[in-house]
């Protein structure tokens, strides 16, 4: 079985997405073709899976001021949508496939969500954020959700909502994963400095968060404490020089054997989640916070209270949270973490194994493919990790 993976961002770029693609896809990257359309300024990086990118014009640059890259975006995906979603039919029919897997996220997602395009391959479809947060409009994640002969999701709450939306179609769990070499037993003891440990690019919605943070890290400090602030991948935060805690950045990786010895080295790994956006935070799991799970160290939860990664975390007790944006209910959550680390990590340990083990994601993302349309009936497809919703 051969799969086209169509999405709009390199799967050797820096981000969730691409992560979860890769992860996916580890272990049968011969059997996989990437084609994938980029609208800003990307650079080229090479990787096991074949990959096609064709760049969506007018491209945004890093020296557009806003107006500019407003007016970008309007011919991008106005008048020229039309010629961009012509280019990747042209590239696609280049390529030999049996199966077409889009990630829908973007205007073009349904580029090749089309009978004759398809021309009698099947149709697998992902959705890790909800539509309204990825620039795909209603319509097309519509299309997309009754068109294909599989849906994959990135969390019940979402496949739920789709089901709501669009149709009571079944769905398939299908996230990021860890491999049982990448479980490592909860710390025995943690040691100052604490290791606090966060990977990503920050965006500004993110900003009062690492404040409140920065915050609670100060105070904690003044009652003797001693914290190390440590970045992966993340630009440098003009509001953390000067305070009394040390900072570490590190550049951007993808190598898995980094980024583990990152997490094995942290005593605490911050997973925060924006308190704007409630389609993104009540339908979407970050894909840290999977990676998190399987660290010897505990998670610092800290965004909404409803958030579907808030609620996981907290039925199964596997981090501590901080619901607010008070400093001071921010150092009595680490302090709690702190006292309580052994069975938070260990509660986290099963979590990741129940549902989270990449080997079984792989496995049934691999095997309940057919490749041939119509060989699988919707009714025989049970969502991973659930019962029927």
């Known amino acids: 079985m051969k799969i086209l993976s169509y999405q709009s961002f390199s799967l050797y770029a820096n981000g969730g997405g691409n992560r979860i693609l890769r992860r996916l896809y580890q272990g049968h990257e011969h059997d996989v073709v990437s084609l994938a359309i980029e609208a800003g300024y990307y650079k080229s990086i090479t990787g096991a899976i074949e990959e096609k990118i064709i760049p969506a014009s007018p491209r945004r640059r890093p020296w557009m001021k806003w107006r500019s890259r407003d007016i970008a975006t309007w011919i991008r995906e106005k008048p020229l949508k039309q010629y961009t979603m012509n280019r990747i039919r042209q590239e696609f029919r280049a390529i030999d496939c049996d199966v077409v897997h889009i990630m829908s996220c973007g205007p073009w997602s349904t580029a090749l969500c089309n009978e004759e395009v398809l021309d009698g391959r099947e149709l697998w479809i992902s959705a890790h954020d909800h539509f309204s947060t990825t620039q795909c409009p209603f319509k097309d994640a519509s299309l997309l959700w009754n068109r294909a002969d599989r849906r994959l999701v990135i969390s019940p709450e979402l496949g739920n909502e789709y089901q709501h939306l669009f149709g009571h179609l079944p769905y398939e769990l299908v996230t990021d994963g860890v491999l049982e070499n990448e479980i490592s037993a909860p710390a025995d003891a943690l040691h100052e400095p ?101 660290a010897p160290g505990s998670i610092l939860y800290h965004g909404p209270h409803d958030s579907a990664a808030g609620r996981l975390l907290r039925e199964t007790r596997s981090a501590i949270s901080c619901n607010s944006l008070e400093a001071a209910e921010m150092v009595t959550s680490i302090l709690y973490l702190i006292n309580e680390k052994n069975s938070i990590s260990s509660n986290a340990k099963e979590l990741v194994r129940n549902r989270f083990s990449l080997e079984g994601i792989q496995k049934r993302f691999w095997q309940e493919g057919t490749g041939q349309p119509g060989k699988k009936k919707h009714e025989d497809i049970v969502p991973l990790g659930i019962g029927f919703p």
Do not use: C, W
Request: aromatic share 16%.
């Open 194 to 294: 604490f290791i606090i440990y966060f990977a990503g690019l920050l965006h500004i919605e993110y900003i009062p968060l690492f404040r409140v943070l920065a915050d609670a890290l100060d105070l904690l400090t003044k009652k003797g404490l001693s914290f190390n602030l440590v970045f992966r991948g993340t630009q440098q935060l003009p509001f953390l020089k000067d305070r009394s805690f040390k900072t570490t950045y590190l550049p951007v990786s993808l190598d898995n054997v980094v980024l583990k010895k990152d997490l094995d080295a942290a005593s605490i790994l911050y997973l925060p989640i924006k308190f704007v956006d409630p389609d993104f935070y009540r339908f979407s799991l970050s894909t840290k916070m999977v990676g998190y799970l399987g």
